[in-house]
């Protein structure tokens, strides 16, 4: 029978043993070696009083170490040196978790996104990796400034850029959203665009860029220049609302206050998405889904949707996202964005004259290919890389590019031109002089209590005021005295405010918040399992309130006066709510506290609504997905919004 050794020295070197073969047959041979890795900086050398990294360790100071140098010098020396395995790294944008919840895990899962393996930085020579989780911004800045420093340890120390969804919403704002705890908290983009201030848009994004380097994010995968021209599609969230003008003033203060009037070591390149716009979608289904993959223009309207992006690419644009859908009937050949060369290099590349990074959406390659489903992954990314795509969002297969160089089929120079895009971007954000952040500064820098004040506003002056009582007789605000039910709201936070009551019979006034409309999924498209489990976070068409809410409503219009809040993150069918309300009010992912101040008169609401209420889903089945606003009779006009 087996046994340990009996002498506490030989239990040592036997453990020891015994951790280091677990660790062979169980973990790669490269996080060995990371095992194993002293992580230190790259050596600062001097050179005639000039103190640079030597990055690549060799004793000397290359052209590319030396930022005296113009951005073109530096990204020719150094993709020269450049081996094609260590370009094509460049070209992969795959996930990176750190400490997801469930409810993240989930939609990773669901979206069929590989998580970073760490070998994949020495291994791949991948340096682009976007971001998903539920850190603390410590935590976070801590995991990135590790991984700079395996980064660091490559042959020729090419740091890595971070790139995140938004982090600053509400919770609740969608499913492309995620809150962390410490950032300052702001409404979605449509909130963003109620407000229409978009001198208050540049400010959330010169705050919000602060707060993304501190912790070592470097791109936002926003803003969205789509058009909410179909008030069915699952991401209206996201957008600007459905004018396309307002949308292009918003987008440029979005992509200013990020990337400052020069891309620097303070800026975060915004990667504006999604090329041509991504709102026509065909009944409104969201293009995630097979049963989503056409895009269409029954309006003839296709121009309207590219106005916000030109503006955006005459600004200084840096990266774009061409979105996953098939533009039906636009194009000679039917397939995705990502594959299409009349959308990316005849229209993009020539008549807007866009020379910034193209990165695909996630996962065209492995996961949601329409229109080139019939070809090999292989097939798919060359078809890709003809095209004009520069990078793959949520791919880290690195080697079918690698073989479609080496058979001839890819040329090497067209991957360098992808890869001097990637490296410009890398150069001028101040990477290669400094990619580690000052951790002992983090929760100074995004728990700053100016930047939440300045948040919390914004929420407030985003709140859409669509009724105040009947016949001229106002509701609000409301008394700081008055008795108050709250449903949906938080009690601890109404009480500072009201005298909160726990039977709606008692109250003066009944305050519902009710969230953003939902019936059922979509459906998948596809018997495939991936599919049918992203369903199920993609909510249906139908935007009317189901019967159960619809009840809860009528009864207590009968007990009290009765206010609700709605999320209108996503449009919803009003008509059957608003006839029992006293007062209704369209929000647009805010916290409790700014409801609050609103409706007790700590803050008078401003805001105007970013796209028309439909009157019913036989209004919205009539209009047509390219066209804004064009239902026959909607319950509130764009552009609506009360005061008091």
């Known amino acids: 029978m087996f046994s340990l050794p009996k002498s506490i020295f030989a239990k040592t070197i036997f453990i020891t043993l015994l951790v280091l073969i677990t660790f062979l047959l169980f973990r790669p041979i490269e996080r060995l070696s990371l095992f194993f890795l002293k992580f230190e900086d790259p050596v600062i050398l001097e050179y005639e009083n000039y103190f640079y990294r030597d990055l690549n360790r060799n004793g000397r100071l290359d052209v590319y170490e030396d930022s005296r140098n113009s951005t073109s010098m530096r990204v020719e020396d150094l993709l020269a040196q450049m081996t094609i395995s260590e370009k094509v790294g460049q070209m992969m944008h795959p996930a990176l978790s750190i400490k997801p919840n469930l409810e993240l895990k989930l939609f990773q899962m669901t979206m069929g996104l ?8 020495l291994k791949k020579h991948i340096t682009h990796f976007n971001f998903y989780g539920s850190p603390t911004p410590l935590e976070l800045g801590k995991k990135l400034n590790y991984l700079q420093r395996i980064a660091s340890r490559s042959r020729l120390g090419i740091p890595l850029s971070i790139s995140s969804d938004p982090l600053h919403e509400v919770k609740g704002g969608g499913v492309a959203a995620f809150d962390i705890d410490g950032f300052s908290k702001w409404p979605s983009q449509l909130g963003l665009a109620a407000t229409r201030d978009t001198s208050l848009v540049e400010k959330f994004g010169q705050i919000a860029a602060t707060e ?9 995968l926003h803003p969205m220049a789509d058009l909410a021209t179909d008030p069915r599609w699952a991401r209206n969230f996201g957008t600007f609302g459905s004018d396309s003008k307002i949308s292009s003033e918003m987008t440029a203060a979005y992509m200013r206050g990020f990337q400052g009037t020069k891309i620097s070591s303070n800026s975060v390149i915004t990667m504006v998405k999604h090329f041509p716009g991504g709102g026509p979608q065909e009944f409104g289904l969201d293009a995630h889904l097979p049963s989503g993959k056409n895009q269409v223009y029954p309006g003839g309207n296709f121009e309207y949707h590219l106005f916000p992006f030109k503006k955006v690419i005459n600004e200084g ?26 959308i990316i290099t005849d229209i993009l590349r020539d008549q807007l004259n866009f020379d910034g990074v193209v990165c695909s959406d996630w996962g065209i390659i492995s996961g949601r290919p329409w229109g080139v489903e019939h070809l090999s992954e292989e097939d798919r990314f060359k078809k890709s890389l003809l095209a004009g795509v520069d990078q793959f969002g949520g791919e880290s297969d690195v080697k079918k590019i690698i ?73 609000l605000p409301i008394g700081r005295r008055s008795k108050i039910f709250l449903d949906g709201l938080s009690n601890e936070i109404g009480i500072n405010y009201g005298e909160v009551v726990t039977k709606p019979d008692n109250a003066d006034f009944i305050i519902l918040n009710l969230p953003v409309v939902a019936n059922g999924t979509q459906d998948p498209g596809s018997n495939k399992i991936i599919d049918k489990l992203l369903s199920t976070v993609i909510p249906s068409s139908d935007l009317n309130f189901s019967p159960k809410v619809i009840s809860k409503v009528s009864n207590y219009s009968e007990r009290a006066a009765l206010i609700i809040i709605v999320n209108l993150n996503r449009p919803a069918i009003l008509s059957q709510i608003d006839k029992f309300s006293d007062v209704l009010i369209g929000s647009f992912g805010v916290s409790d506290e700014a409801i609050f101040r609103v409706l007790f008169g700590d803050s008078v609401p401003v805001a105007k609504l970013p796209f028309e209420i439909p009157s019913s889903m036989d209004e919205v089945r009539m209009q047509k997905e390219d066209l804004p606003d064009d239902t026959n009779e909607p319950s509130y006009e764009f552009g609506f919004g009360l005061t008091y």
């Open 403 to 475: 073989d479609l160089v080496n058979e001839g089929e890819i040329s090497e120079e067209r991957i360098d031109i992808s890869v001097r895009r990637l490296l410009q971007n890398k150069f001028d954000l101040g990477l290669f002089e400094q990619p580690f952040v000052d951790e002992s500064q983090i929760n100074s820098i995004v728990s700053n209590e100016k930047h939440r004040v300045i948040g919390l506003k914004a929420q407030q002056k985003s709140l859409v005021l669509l009724k105040n009582g009947d016949k001229g007789k106002s509701v």
């Open 114 to 121: 590989e998580s970073l393996d760490e070998t994949q930085i």
């Open 212 to 220: 993304y380097r501190s912790v070592g994010i470097h791109t936002a």
């Open 317 to 342: 644009l840096r990266a774009i996202m061409p979105y996953y859908a098939i533009p039906k009937g636009q194009t000679s050949e039917d397939v995705a964005m990502g594959f299409n060369r009349q």
